[in-house]
């Protein structure tokens, strides 16, 4: 609410005509109410009034959802419709108030626990009591979990209160843990508050925030209290709690704006002074007449006065936590409301009903509209009516003499237990009955109640209870009002009789034996079937009444035969057994041999006694024993076939393969001269089919050679002469043997003698290598050799440094000895001059390097004392004359920069001064 009342007349029952006024205007944040889902309804409760049955609270024009849970006032967060609007849960999904209907959001609320909810900021929020899990959903996709709350399972109430800022609230009612806490919408604690006067209790019916009051509803009764400071004050309303009884509330977020202080409706006595309406919000302020005939004093302040001549309507608007909010205030000239209420119950056929006035004498009764008659006069009269009929009565008010007008109402009913009926069953019987009530009264709540209840099995108070009659029974629908509706009655009866249609069920058989399959024959015995089903016991199915199945397999198998009719069914299951088995089975000693060796077959068939054997050894050999043996002599893969034949006769035949092998061996190098100077290895090489996975390996004799278990050894022996070997391999898995010899023959081994040894020389100069001992000569590189061929060549190194290999042989040209000989080489030493005089003497006339024989000059280069070059050269014999563009230059010193390449790659560089002399 928006708007306060500084100074205003009230009454008693202005509060119950408030909420009964209210209860069809849905939803309105402005009017601080409390609104709960109980019994298919939702009950709209102003908490600040009086509670009394069927007035405060009253019914909502908005029905609750058959089905649901949990009840919440949002802003509309998913499409046309009403805003605000009720939410509530069903099926784990949440749904809307559309403004004509439910609808489904199609989004997740998340576990089908999370049914108690809250709304507020564009948020509703979800708790799982059993285990403090909150849920927040913003109207784009489902829910999602954002805080479990620490020791609150159990506790209660079961519900989330929330302001228009998003944040929301959790009251805990169980000790030792009461309090009320405020979390931000991401589960981040505000505030809390501790409890007082709050018994200890768990679950509940829900809880409430309106301004600084907050309310709840448990087995204690309904409390509420005001939040002070850091507590929360809570005192017992009603130990009764309300009636009827919530199972969960819902409630505008807390923030909103109050004309008031938080009532809606005053009354003015014509004459008398303005009522004085000022709001709890924020300038701006707008005040309007929307209904009736008002004075306003002002429409721009926070407080205005108001005259009315007429019942009117005034809204301010201005601002407060949620925002731009509007509240409407209500002034009403009082009527003559001196009766307990505007309608009363009759339920007809002379039914009296005392009426008693609540105003002042004299009292003056009438008939208004209807068959209504009054007996008495004064404060009470009673009253008979057989239809709706209006009276008034005249009393006395504070604004003068008032009248008010009831309604006497009396409820009708049209009641049909249904059409008598027969139920089909097997000695037992199952149905359902189905009444109806035409006829009826709008406004009025009506119930149902069927006897005898020895056989209603469910649903005793509905038009429609399931029932189990044994015999013959005659039902009786009684439908009533409430006391408070009337307490009228009217009353219907059915008769259900029953009828046995129990099926009993059995079948024989007739087997017949064969070799494709086995045919049964199946006939039935049975007693009211009308439908069969035959289950053969291996995944095939009949619906034939007498069924012929043939059996592609032996075994024994278990027949279930169903037989059924519309109400009824019966089961039998019997096991037949079809067991001639004929399987043609054999082992074998071994099926990997080696060529040559004996493999023994011996038979394991299954099958009846006197069958014959055929076996076909796969090379042409057969065999009638039941257990032979057999020899191969060719390597190969065999097939080996067993065919047996038993009594009907029928065949089986089954087959193994044999694989038959052999291997073979050598050795490399095979009978090889040698002149041992390191290890010679001799590896066995095995020629084997690829179905051999390894190899062992045993050489004979087992000296001078460094294993004799691998593929390859290792033969070292430095005293020379004839050497034989043997080795023996074994193929795995069939252990085949193959056996190789080898003969080595050792030479003796050359001795080079004499080599040259190292030397250094001048570039340029030729040097006599020498090497003795052998019979053959190779000395490489050849090239810079007069005879490479020879024990004491000539060399005649260039460009660089060279190492010479002298290989020597005798007549056995395995056996070798080498040498090596170094030949480094020296360079002369360049000579610059420091002084030339170009003369025309001949004698030193030109500045050159001296010495230049096998050099490279890369760069020679001179510059006068500027900097200026004056001479540049890659000749080596041309060096400078003292010119520069053919003009002598002047004596003096003169820098120069020369760089001279050797044969061997190295770079030398000279820089230095020259002193020209004329």
């Not at 009396?410 to 009926?421: H, S």
Request: aromatic fraction near 10%.
């Amino acid at each position: 609410m928006t708007c306060s009342i500084l100074r205003k007349v009230s009454l008693a029952i202005a509060g119950i005509l408030l909420v009964s006024a209210e209860a069809n205007s849905q939803i309105d944040c402005n009017l601080g109410q409390i609104y709960y889902t109980t019994g298919g309804s939702i009950q709209t409760l102003n908490p600040t009034q009086p509670l009394v049955p069927g007035v405060n609270p009253v019914p909502n024009s908005i029905p609750q959802m058959g089905g649901s849970e949990g009840l919440a006032v949002s802003d509309n967060l998913n499409g046309p419709g009403p805003s605000p609007t009720f939410y509530t849960t069903s099926g784990s999904q949440y749904w809307y108030w559309n403004g004509t209907a439910w609808t489904n959001t199609g989004h997740s609320c998340g576990p089908a626990a999370a049914v108690n909810i809250g709304a507020g900021g564009g948020y509703i929020y979800n708790l799982i009591g059993g285990s403090g899990q909150v849920w927040r959903y913003d109207g784009t996709g489902p829910a999602v979990l954002i805080l479990t709350i620490g020791n609150f399972q159990g506790g209660g109430p079961y519900d989330i209160a929330c302001d228009c800022a998003g944040n929301f609230y959790i009251l805990n009612t169980t000790n030792p843990n009461q309090s009320l806490t405020l979390y931000d919408p991401n589960g981040v604690q505000l505030q809390q508050w501790t409890l007082t006067g709050a018994p200890s209790n768990g679950a509940g019916g829900g809880f409430a925030v309106i301004g600084n009051q907050v309310y709840y509803n448990n087995t204690s009764g309904f409390l509420g209290g005001p939040i002070v400071g850091s507590q929360v004050n809570f005192s017992m309303i009603t130990t009764a709690g309300l009636n009827p009884m919530p199972t969960d509330f819902g409630s505008c977020p807390v923030g909103g704006l109050m004309i008031g202080g938080g009532n809606d409706t005053s009354y003015y006595c014509v004459g008398t002074p303005p009522i004085t309406l000022t709001s709890n919000g924020t300038a701006p302020y707008t005040w309007s007449v929307i209904s009736g005939n008002a004075n306003l004093s002002s429409t721009t302040t926070q407080s205005t006065d108001v005259t009315v001549s007429s019942n009117s309507v005034i809204v301010c608007m201005s601002t407060s936590l949620c925002g731009s909010a509007t509240d409407t205030f209500t002034v009403l000239i009082p009527p003559a409301t001196t009766l307990p209420g505007d309608t009363v119950f009759n339920c007809g056929f002379g039914q009296q009903t005392t009426i008693n006035a609540a105003g002042t004498a004299p009292y003056t009764w009438s008939v208004l509209s209807g068959p209504a008659v009054i007996n008495g006069s004064g404060a009470s009269v009673t009253v008979t009516a057989n239809a709706t009929s209006q009276i008034i009565a005249g009393s006395t008010s504070v604004c003068g003499p008032v009248y008010d007008t009831i309604l006497i109402n009396v409820p009708t009913a049209t009641v049909d237990a249904g059409p008598d009926m027969t139920l089909y069953g097997c000695a037992t019987y199952s149905g359902s009955l189905n009444g109806s009530v035409t006829n009826t009264t709008p406004n009025i709540t009506y119930s149902y109640a069927w006897t005898p209840a020895g056989t209603i099995t469910g649903g005793a108070n509905t038009l429609t209870p399931t029932i189990t009659p044994n015999n013959l029974i005659t039902y009786t629908l009684t439908v009533t009002t409430p006391a408070n509706e009337g307490g009228c009655t009217w009353t219907d009866t059915v008769r259900v009789n029953v009828s046995d249609a129990t099926v009993t069920a059995d079948f024989d058989t007739t087997i017949g034996l064969g070799c494709a399959g086995d045919t049964v024959s199946f006939t039935p015995i049975t007693t009211n079937a009308t439908t069969y089903l035959w289950d053969f016991g291996n995944g095939f199915t009949s619906n034939q009444q007498a069924p012929v199945y043939v059996y592609p397999q032996q075994g024994t198998y278990t027949i279930t035969l169903t037989a059924s009719n519309p109400y009824c069914s019966a089961t039998v299951s019997k096991q037949i057994t079809l067991d001639h088995p004929l399987q043609s089975a054999f082992t074998m000693s071994n099926d990997s041999i080696c060529n040559g060796a004996p493999i023994t077959f011996t038979n394991t068939s299954v099958g009846s006694p006197g069958y014959t054997y055929e076996w076909n050894f796969g090379d042409g050999i057969t065999d009638n024993s039941p257990n032979p043996t057999h020899t191969y002599t060719q390597d190969g893969i065999y097939t080996v076939t067993l065919t047996i034949r038993d009594f009907i006769p029928c065949t089986s035949i089954s087959e193994q393969q044999v694989v038959v092998a052999s291997i073979a061996a050598d050795i490399v190098p095979h009978d090889t001269s040698v002149c041992l100077i390191e290890n010679m290895p001799m590896t066995a090489v095995v020629t084997a089919p690829p179905y051999f996975s390894s190899f062992t390996y045993s050489w004979t004799p087992n000296t001078l050679i460094d294993t004799d278990n691998e593929q390859t050894v290792n033969f070292y022996t430095e005293t020379p002469g004839t050497y034989t070997y043997a080795v023996t391999v074994t193929g795995w898995p069939m252990g085949c043997v193959a056996t190789a010899t080898n003969t080595v023959r050792v030479q003796p081994r050359p001795v080079l003698l004499n080599v040259s040894p190292d030397q250094v020389v001048e570039y340029g100069t030729q040097v006599q290598l020498n090497a003795e001992g052998v019979l053959y000569y190779i000395w490489t590189p050849p090239a810079t050799l007069n005879d490479p061929n020879i024990s004491n060549p000539i060399a005649l190194p260039v460009d660089k440094s060279t190492t010479y290999r002298v290989i020597g042989m005798n007549e056995h040209g395995g056996c070798r000895d080498t040498a090596y000989v170094k030949v480094d080489l020296t360079y002369r030493d360049d000579f610059v001059p420091t002084v030339f005089s170009p003369n025309g003497d001949g004698k030193n006339d030109v500045f050159r390097v001296l010495n230049i024989k096998y050099q490279n000059v890369i760069e020679f280069r001179v510059f006068n004392r500027w900097g200026t070059e004056v001479f540049r050269s890659q000749d080596a014999a041309q060096g400078w004359d003292g010119t520069y563009n053919g003009a002598p230059q002047d004596p003096g010193v003169y820098g120069y920069l020369i760089r001279v390449a050797l044969p061997n790659g190295d770079m030398r560089t000279y820089k230095g001064n020259v002193t020209l002399i004329r």
